[in-house]
């Protein structure tokens, strides 16, 4: 058994309805972040490619084909992609937008993670998780943090 630790004891915990809704936001994160990887990557094979394709998001996110079309079925009904039967796949304007957020989210949290010395592979791994559950506050407090690390 550890002792604890009487110097720096842990802090009090939150009142109910400020964790319930830490709570909450997370479940929100966790609703929207399928949507979220998806939009940026068929962004990036759009900006890289020219067009995203559903065998390509399913090849780069890991899943089977059949996967990736519910997903993208879904994604339509959400009003955030649309295509046609064996055709490309186009982000709509709102689509785009959660893209580009979701980009510069990661791109973040990659680039802190890479200033206090995480390798580039765990980064990008790390990264990939954790731009999901970062406001917009810690993101700004990020900024702050690599700007310091870098110019020292």
Same mark, same amino acid.
């Given at each position: 058994m550890v002792a604890p630790d009487k110097t720096n004891p842990p802090p009090a915990p939150a009142?109910? =309805?400020?964790? =319930?809704? #830490?709570?909450?936001?997370?479940r929100d994160a *966790?609703?929207?972040?399928? #949507?979220? !990887?998806? +939009?940026e990557?068929?962004? !990036?094979?759009? !900006? +890289?490619?020219?067009? =995203?394709?559903?065998t390509d998001l399913a090849e780069n996110i890991g899943v089977s084909h059949a996967t990736a079309a519910k997903v993208v079925k879904r994604l339509q009904r959400s009003g /955030? %992609? *649309?295509? $046609?039967? &064996?055709r490309s796949i186009h982000l709509? +304007?709102?689509?785009? #937008?959660?893209a580009d957020a979701s980009r510069?989210? *990661? $791109?973040? %949290? &990659? !680039?802190?993670l890479r200033a206090i010395g995480v390798s580039e592979t765990t980064a990008e791994e790390d990264a990939e998780g954790i731009e999901h559950h970062?406001?917009?506050? +810690?993101l700004a407090? /990020? =900024?702050k943090a690599i700007e310091k690390l870098t110019r020292a």
């Open positions: 009142k109910p =309805a400020r964790r =319930a809704a #830490a709570f909450q936001r997370m *966790h609703e929207t972040e399928m #949507a979220e !990887d998806y +939009t990557l068929i962004g !990036d094979l759009i !900006d +890289t490619l020219g067009e =995203a394709r559903l /955030l %992609v *649309h295509s $046609q039967p &064996y709509t +304007t709102s689509g785009r #937008a959660m510069r989210r *990661h $791109q973040r %949290v &990659y !680039d802190f970062c406001s917009e506050e +810690t407090m /990020l =900024a």
